[in-house]
Each structure stands twice: as structure tokens, then as C-alpha cells.
């Protein structure tokens, strides 16, 4: 039978248990364990992990884990594989894949920035926190509500920006951003791309895994500012472009647009200001 | 000679998602966006031949291969590339004191992706097993023939010990090997396991740049990329 174990110094554990609870640091090997809830800091190695919450750091290699939770920084050697992670520190990973990957909690503010360096993969990476977008990533859906700086072109399927978002390109089928003042790209091009004051979750957000609810969330209503805008379907409101591409493009309210270029359909708001509108 | 994005999509027929979903999957190379200024900031243009052969391809192959296929046709592996001295000497598992050994055992400075995996289970064996220099030279020189025949990486490479004298065996993964018992069996790696860590780890390092060939070199074969001119990023 499993046994729970209650660690206060520095321990060194191996084998499986039920429930481990450690107020020291404590290292663990090729273990098969229900739960972990450490205060300090876990060295784990070739073990499987259901459930971790830890208040330090997490260093692990070959490590498969359903839920984490870590308060601390995270290092990650070998192929890591986490169900759901959400991590407040930085990481440091060679491989890590995750379905549903935070940054951040959601009731503790982070004001430091984090840093993220190695290789991550996940089916959704949600952003929480001042986070710089500065690794080697393979995101399905990105969903952004803390500020986030990228410094080179941002690219996944579903991109959300729900915050702040600097960055000089977003290439996504389908961009989503909510108005936020000092939201600064230089060019966003997909499928889709909307730009709303306000957000309501549709259906295919809906249908994303998450961590976090994001019901209707409304922005400052600040005009933002996107250089170039490429995408089949174009839904802009409160935006201030050079130029805006599109098969079917709808300009909204109070949107600046020197130029428009459309294919097939286009609506333009009676408070929007839009420069020369061409027929491709 | 280049062409606008308006142009290109015109002439192509396909739309904005497509051709920025093939930029995201890497079936069109970020160099070949190319953007000049016009009098609404900046406008994207590209290399007119390279763009339309490229898009032609895909539009053509898309129904038979899957976009995750077509960019592997498309963007060099890092299985055809040549690796340099200083290659090695950036691949972390590779002991840097064994490089020197390497290069006299082959007798060349450029190895092979293959010939890299095993150079790399031979480092791992000497590090983590205390080889001396010269098991290294005498492993070397005996599996040297055999590595042109391997080309792919479902093997195995196996650490023996005799006598006080270490041997390596290179197996095939799924095949079963009677070893003599009295030959002890000291380690074992995976040669897939080494390939797939690799190519994670260093795949921003040995990310070799699209169409460094001369146009003239693969005018037949849109999907043609050049494996000896490719350039390390």
C-alpha cells in the first residue's frame, strides 16, 4: 500500500507514495505519487506526479505531472510533461509540454516581468502576468490579459489579446484583440481578426481548455494602434492603421484607416475616418 | 523581380489566411516577405519566380500531404546537413576533448547526422562510463564502415566489456540480439532518443536558411532545397 510521508528537514525520498507533504526541500526519484504539497524547495527525477503544489522551486527531469502548481521558478531538464501548469517564477526548460500552461496567478499580482527560456510546447498558454515573449514556443492558442512585449513576430492558431500586447507582428488564423491603451503592433495578419471594446467569449473560445474564466471583460476604449492589417475577415473598432486588407472588412467606430483594400464586402462605420477605400 | 501581396494573391487566387498560415507552418520562408515602404507606411512584396513556383507546389501537394509533411519537403532537416568541427563543439553532449579524436579517427572535419548521434552516444559512454582516449579511437575505428549503411535512427548503440576491453554494437531497435554472456552489457542508448533531443535543443541552431542554391540549380523541382549550400543560422 502507498504510504503519505511528512518531510520537515531536507529529505530524500524514492519510490511511490500517496501524499507527500514536506516543509524543507526534498528530493524525489523514480516515484509514482498522488500528491505533493511542499513549502520549500523539490528536486524530482523520473517520476509521475498527479498533483503538485509547490511554494519554492521545482527542478525536475523526465517528469510526467497532471496538475502544478509553482509559486518559485521552474527548471526542467529532458522531455517534461505537465497536464496543467501554472507557474508565478521563471523557466527554464529543454522540453516541456503542457495542454494548459499560466503564467502567474490570478489572485497574487506578479510586477516583475518573467522570463521564459527553452523549448515549451502547449495546447493553450495563458499569460496572467508582465511576461516577455522570448523562447522557443509552440502555442495552439495564446490567451494574453497581462501586459505582454514580444520582440519578435508572434505566431499560434488562436491568438486573444486581452491586455497590453507590444509586439511587431501577430500571425494567427484567428486574432482577437481587446482595446487597450499602449497596445502596440505593428502588423497583424490571419484569417480573422477582430478588435472589440468589449469581450464576450464566443463559442470557440468557449470550447479552448483554460485555467481561468474570462467572462465579458471590457477594455479602456483607448485607440490603438496597428500599422498593417491582412486578414480574409477584418471586424475593426477603435483602431488606428496606415492600411487594412481584407476580403470581407467591416471599419467600426471611431477607427482611423488611411487605406482600405477590400475583396468582396465593406462596411464602414459613420464615425470611423478612412482615407481611400480601393477594390481589389 | 518582385510582387505585391495584392498581386500575388490575385494571381495565385488564394487568400490571406493561406499564405500567412504556410508562412506560420515555415512552407514559405520569412525572407521572402519583404517590405518596402509606400505612401501608407510599408507594403509586402516578394521574390516573383520563388513565391509563385513555391505557391504552385503547395496548391498542388496540399491534398496529398499534410502541412506538418509538406513543410519537411520544403524545409531542410537537419538530418541532411553536414555538421562542422565547430558544430560539435556546440552540441553540449558532445565532450569537446573527444573532438580532436573524432576528426583523426574519420579522418575528415564534417560528419554526418548519423555519424553526429553515434559521435554523441560514444561521448555519453566516455563520460558517464570512464572510457580512456583509446576505447574511444578503438570504437570509432570499428563501427566507422558500418555507419553510411544506417540512414535512419531507429537503432541502438551498446556499451560491451570484455576483458577489460570496451566494444560497441549499433542494433536495430526491433531486432533481438543473444549476446554471450560472459561479454557484459554496460550500457545502452537510444539513438532516436539522442536525434529527438537534438533536434529540440539545437533546432533554432542548426535552422538552415531556405534557397541559398542558384535558382538555375533547381528550376525543375520547385520543392528541391539545397542540402551542401545551406548555411547555419
Same mark, same amino acid.
Given at each position: 500500500?502507498?504510504?503519505?510521508?511528512?518531510?520537515?528537514?531536507?529529505?530524500?525520498?524514492?519510490?511511490?507514495?500517496?501524499? =507527500?507533504?514536506? %516543509? *524543507? $526541500?526534498?528530493?524525489? &526519484?523514480?516515484?509514482?505519487?498522488?500528491?505533493?504539497?511542499? !513549502? @520549500? +524547495?523539490?528536486?524530482?527525477?523520473?517520476?509521475?506526479?498527479?498533483? =503538485?503544489?509547490? %511554494? *519554492? $522551486?521545482?527542478?525536475? &527531469?523526465?517528469?510526467?505531472?497532471?496538475?502544478?502548481?509553482? !509559486? @518559485? +521558478?521552474?527548471?526542467?531538464?529532458?522531455?517534461?510533461?505537465?497536464?496543467?501548469?501554472?507557474?508565478?517564477?521563471?523557466?527554464?526548460?529543454?522540453?516541456?509540454?503542457?495542454?494548459?500552461?499560466?503564467? @502567474?496567478?490570478?489572485?497574487?499580482?506578479?510586477?516583475?516581468?518573467?522570463?521564459?527560456?527553452?523549448?515549451?510546447?502547449?495546447?493553450?498558454?495563458?499569460?496572467?502576468?508582465?511576461?516577455?515573449?522570448?523562447?522557443?514556443?509552440?502555442?495552439?492558442?495564446?490567451?494574453?490579459?497581462?501586459?505582454?512585449?514580444?520582440?519578435?513576430?508572434?505566431?499560434?492558431?488562436?491568438?486573444?489579446?486581452?491586455?497590453?500586447?507590444?509586439?511587431?507582428?501577430?500571425?494567427?488564423?484567428?486574432?482577437?484583440?481587446?482595446?487597450?491603451?499602449?497596445?502596440?503592433?505593428?502588423?497583424?495578419?490571419?484569417?480573422?481578426?477582430?478588435?472589440?471594446?468589449?469581450?464576450?467569449?464566443?463559442?470557440?473560445?468557449?470550447?479552448?481548455?483554460?485555467?481561468?474564466?474570462?467572462?465579458?471583460?471590457?477594455?479602456?476604449?483607448?485607440?490603438?494602434?496597428?500599422?498593417?492589417?491582412?486578414?480574409?475577415?477584418?471586424?475593426?473598432?477603435?483602431?488606428?492603421?496606415?492600411?487594412?486588407?481584407?476580403?470581407?472588412?467591416?471599419?467600426?467606430?471611431?477607427?482611423?484607416?488611411?487605406?482600405?483594400?477590400?475583396?468582396?464586402?465593406?462596411?464602414?462605420?459613420?464615425?470611423?475616418?478612412?482615407?481611400?477605400?480601393?477594390?481589389? | 523581380?518582385?510582387?505585391?501581396?495584392?498581386?500575388?494573391?490575385?494571381?495565385?487566387?488564394?487568400?490571406?489566411?493561406?499564405?500567412?498560415?504556410?508562412?506560420?507552418?515555415?512552407?514559405?520562408?520569412?525572407?521572402?516577405?519583404?517590405?518596402?515602404?509606400?505612401?501608407?507606411?510599408?507594403?509586402?512584396?516578394?521574390?516573383?519566380?520563388?513565391?509563385?513556383?513555391?505557391?504552385?507546389?503547395?496548391?498542388?501537394?496540399?491534398?496529398?500531404?499534410?502541412?506538418?509533411?509538406?513543410?519537411?519537403?520544403?524545409?531542410?532537416?537537419?538530418?541532411?546537413?553536414?555538421?562542422?568541427?565547430?558544430?560539435?563543439?556546440?552540441?553540449?553532449?558532445?565532450?569537446?576533448?573527444?573532438?580532436?579524436?573524432?576528426?583523426?579517427?574519420?579522418?575528415?572535419?564534417?560528419?554526418?547526422?548519423?555519424?553526429?548521434?553515434?559521435?554523441?552516444?560514444?561521448?555519453?559512454?566516455?563520460?558517464?562510463?570512464?572510457?580512456?582516449?583509446?576505447?574511444?579511437?578503438?570504437?570509432?575505428?570499428?563501427?566507422?564502415?558500418?555507419?553510411?549503411?544506417?540512414?535512419?535512427?531507429?537503432?541502438?548503440?551498446?556499451?560491451?566489456?570484455?576483458?577489460?576491453?570496451?566494444?560497441?554494437?549499433?542494433?536495430?531497435?526491433?531486432?533481438?540480439?543473444?549476446?554471450?554472456?560472459?561479454?557484459?552489457?554496460?550500457?545502452?542508448?537510444?539513438?532516436?532518443?539522442?536525434?529527438?533531443?537534438?533536434?529540440?535543443?539545437?533546432?533554432?541552431?542548426?535552422?538552415?536558411?531556405?534557397?541559398?542554391?542558384?535558382?538555375?540549380?533547381?528550376?525543375?523541382?520547385?520543392?528541391?532545397?539545397?542540402?551542401?549550400?545551406?548555411?547555419?543560422?
Amino acid at each position: 500500500m502507498k504510504q503519505n510521508t511528512i518531510a520537515l528537514g531536507e529529505k530524500h525520498l524514492e519510490g511511490d507514495y500517496h501524499r =507527500i507533504l514536506a %516543509a *524543507g $526541500d526534498i528530493w524525489l &526519484k523514480d516515484s509514482k505519487t498522488k500528491s505533493i504539497y511542499t !513549502a @520549500g +524547495d523539490i528536486d524530482i527525477e523520473n517520476s509521475c506526479i498527479r498533483k =503538485i503544489y509547490s %511554494a *519554492g $522551486d521545482l527542478t525536475a &527531469k523526465a517528469v510526467t505531472i497532471g496538475l502544478g502548481k509553482v !509559486a @518559485g +521558478d521552474l527548471t526542467l531538464q529532458g522531455i517534461c510533461k505537465v497536464d496543467k501548469l501554472i507557474v508565478v517564477g521563471d523557466i527554464s526548460a529543454e522540453y516541456l509540454e503542457c495542454t494548459c500552461l499560466r503564467n @502567474g496567478s490570478n489572485n497574487s499580482k506578479v510586477n516583475n516581468t518573467l522570463h521564459w527560456s527553452g523549448f515549451i510546447k502547449a495546447e493553450t498558454f495563458e499569460s496572467v502576468a508582465p511576461f516577455l515573449l522570448d523562447l522557443d514556443y509552440e502555442f495552439a492558442t495564446m490567451i494574453i490579459s497581462g501586459p505582454l512585449v514580444a520582440t519578435e513576430e508572434i505566431a499560434c492558431t488562436n491568438f486573444y489579446g486581452l491586455d497590453q500586447i507590444t509586439a511587431p507582428c501577430i500571425n494567427a488564423d484567428l486574432i482577437y484583440l481587446l482595446t487597450n491603451d499602449g497596445t502596440e503592433v505593428g502588423e497583424l495578419v490571419g484569417s480573422s481578426i477582430t478588435i472589440e471594446t468589449k469581450f464576450k467569449p464566443d463559442k470557440i473560445f468557449k470550447s479552448i481548455p483554460k485555467t481561468l474564466r474570462y467572462n465579458d471583460l471590457y477594455s479602456d476604449k483607448s485607440l490603438i494602434t496597428i500599422e498593417a492589417i491582412s486578414s480574409d475577415k477584418v471586424i475593426i473598432n477603435s483602431v488606428k492603421a496606415n492600411s487594412v486588407s481584407g476580403i470581407d472588412v467591416v471599419i467600426g467606430d471611431l477607427c482611423i484607416v488611411d487605406e482600405v483594400v477590400y475583396q468582396k464586402s465593406i462596411k464602414i462605420s459613420d464615425k470611423a475616418v478612412v482615407g481611400r477605400v480601393v477594390k481589389q | 523581380m518582385l510582387i505585391s501581396k495584392k498581386d500575388l494573391l490575385n494571381e495565385t487566387g488564394i487568400s490571406y489566411g493561406q499564405l500567412y498560415r504556410w508562412k506560420r507552418e515555415g512552407l514559405i520562408p520569412e525572407e521572402w516577405f519583404i517590405k518596402q515602404p509606400s505612401f501608407t507606411g510599408q507594403e509586402t512584396f516578394f521574390p516573383k519566380a520563388k513565391i509563385l513556383k513555391r505557391i504552385n507546389a503547395i496548391k498542388e501537394l496540399k491534398d496529398q500531404y499534410s502541412l506538418e509533411e509538406l513543410a519537411k519537403m520544403l524545409s531542410p532537416e537537419v538530418a541532411e546537413r553536414m555538421f562542422t568541427e565547430k558544430d560539435l563543439q556546440v552540441i553540449g553532449e558532445i565532450y569537446d576533448g573527444l573532438i580532436p579524436c573524432f576528426c583523426k579517427v574519420f579522418e575528415k572535419n564534417k560528419f554526418t547526422y548519423v555519424e553526429v548521434l553515434f559521435l554523441t552516444a560514444v561521448s555519453i559512454f566516455y563520460k558517464e562510463h570512464d572510457l580512456q582516449l583509446i576505447d574511444v579511437e578503438n570504437i570509432c575505428s570499428g563501427l566507422i564502415q558500418y555507419l553510411p549503411e544506417i540512414k535512419q535512427t531507429d537503432y541502438l548503440c551498446l556499451l560491451l566489456e570484455h576483458n577489460g576491453t570496451y566494444f560497441a554494437v549499433i542494433q536495430d531497435e526491433k531486432s533481438t540480439v543473444y549476446m554471450d554472456n560472459r561479454i557484459k552489457h554496460i550500457a545502452k542508448v537510444r539513438l532516436n532518443d539522442i536525434s529527438a533531443n537534438m533536434k529540440i535543443k539545437y533546432r533554432k541552431r542548426f535552422n538552415f536558411m531556405f534557397d541559398e542554391a542558384d535558382e538555375d540549380d533547381k528550376k525543375d523541382n520547385p520543392l528541391q532545397v539545397p542540402s551542401s549550400k545551406g548555411v547555419l543560422a
